[in-house]
């Protein structure tokens, strides 16, 4: 039985609507063509908000970045060993939404650059590690929205507001980046001028060269 591939789709805070239109189109090309795949997502803290963690554990949830990457970082660990391992060892192909350059990107848009490599080290125990199952990711896309478009989206339609304003957006944009050719990644243009097809062709064109 062939290995099965990791894929992950990133993007910034405001392009939640690309990227999971992004993976369900993704899934259903990918299934069209025979293959069998598998969801997931590492809840970040607004995914962990609407789920109703915050009342069971009584998490600061978006208070306090240092906590919600040791959270982020468990829960990783956990979708890891449990879903996206036995899934890659059967042969099948997995979607995941958003993974380690999020919650690298939320720590250093926050301003904890300092030790920053120690950072990487314990987001890389996350991915297995320390327990000789490292798992990395075989294609990252990184679907960029443009981080006006992201801020208005996030501040004037849903009302959420970031103390720094246009710039928490353009740094993490900039922060994704410089960070995507890290993980067997690419950036595509998600922008709001560009139709659905147009994105899903630049996806797949990056997705079939490293398919059996």
């Known amino acids: 039985m062939k290995k099965g591939k990791l894929i992950v789709v990133e993007g910034i805070s405001g392009s939640g609507q690309q990227v999971t239109s992004g993976i369900t189109a993704l899934k259903q090309l990918l299934i069209t063509e025979g293959y069998e ?4 997502a590492n809840p970040d803290s ?7 963690l915050a009342s069971v554990f009584n998490w600061p949830f978006g208070k306090d970045i240092r906590a919600d990457f040791f959270l982020e970082g468990a829960v990783r660990a956990e979708i890891f060993k449990n879903i996206v391992r036995p899934a890659i060892d059967e042969g099948k192909i997995v979607l995941c939404k958003q993974s380690s350059i999020s ?4 720590a250093w848009v926050n301003g904890h650059t300092n ?4 950072l990487r080290q314990l987001e890389k125990v996350s ?3 320390l ?5 990395y990711p075989d294609l990252t896309l990184f679907y960029d929205v443009p981080a006006q478009e992201a801020f208005e989206r996030i501040e004037d339609v849903l009302q959420i507001h970031h103390e720094g304003g246009i710039e928490y957006y353009q740094k993490m944009r900039a922060f994704y ?4 050719s890290r993980w067997h990644g690419y950036r595509i243009d998600a922008s709001a001028d560009r139709g659905a097809e147009l994105v899903l062709a630049d996806a797949w064109g990056l997705v079939k060269p490293i398919l059996w």
């Open 37 to 40: 795949v598998v969801e997931c």
């Open 177 to 180: 980046l410089g960070e995507i």
């Open 115 to 118: 030790h920053f490599d120690v």
């Open 131 to 135: 327990f000789d199952d490292e798992i």
């Open 46 to 52: 607004g995914r962990a908000q609407e789920l109703g």
């Open 127 to 129: 991915r297995g590690y």
């Open 103 to 106: 919650s690298l990107a939320n």
